[in-house]
Structures are given as C-alpha cells and as structure tokens.
C-alpha cells in the first residue's frame, strides 16, 4: 500500500513556475514508477509525465516537454513536478500516481493516487 499527498497548487499567472510535491507513505517507495496526471474540467484524465522507481527514466508529454520537469528523491520519498512557463491550458487538477514496476502512461495501470492538488493559470 502506497498513500500520496500532493502539494504546491496555486494561481500563476501565464509564463509563470509552480512547483508540486507529492509526500508518500508505505514501503519500498523506490521500487514504484510514480507519474504526474492532470484533469481539467469536462476533458479526461491526460498524462503529464512519469519517472521509474530509480529515478534514471523519465517520459513527458510532448504538450509539457521543455517546461516541466519531473523528478523524485527515494531518500525522502517524495515525487516532484517542476513547472516553468506555464499556459492558461495547464489549468487543471494534478494528481500523482504510483504502480509497482514500469513506468507508465495510462492512468489505468496506475493502482494508488493522490487526492489532487489545483494549477490554475491565468491569462
């Protein structure tokens, strides 16, 4: 059992930064893929980025490479989302999500989420 708390949400305006976190709690933290969601209002649950569990691969989705950066410190067991020149279509919930092995980019081979944490940008 893996539980995820994220944080760092907040309102930026465009061309801004925010950094997310998401604290983690159970055991053997580095031996999960963990990645980063988002769900804007009315449209489906996208993926943003995701890092295996020793944190040497990352993916991104082509419509945040360059800007985001998704890291996670297995000392602290805590997952990151770096945030840089952020648009107004970044407004969404992020969630973060772990699963045991692989990383991922569907959200339904993702067994543990976090409760979401609000990015609204502003135009």
């Known amino acids: 059992q893996v539980q995820l708390v994220e944080s760092g949400g907040g309102l930026v305006q465009t061309g801004g930064s925010l950094s997310l976190s998401c604290a983690a709690s159970g055991r053997a933290f580095s031996s999960y893929a963990m990645a980063w969601f988002r769900q804007a209002p009315g449209k489906e649950r996208e993926f943003v980025a995701a890092i295996s569990g020793n944190g040497i691969r990352t993916r991104h989705a082509d419509s945040v490479k360059g800007r985001f950066t998704i890291s996670r410190d297995n000392a602290k067991i805590t997952l990151y989302l770096q945030m840089n020149s952020l648009k107004p279509e970044d407004t969404a919930v992020y969630y973060c999500?772990?699963?045991?092995?692989?990383?991922?980019?569907?959200?339904?081979?993702?067994?543990?989420w976090g409760q979401g944490t609000q990015v609204t940008v502003s135009s």
């Open positions: 999500a772990a699963r045991p092995g692989l990383l991922n980019t569907s959200p339904g081979l993702y067994a543990y």
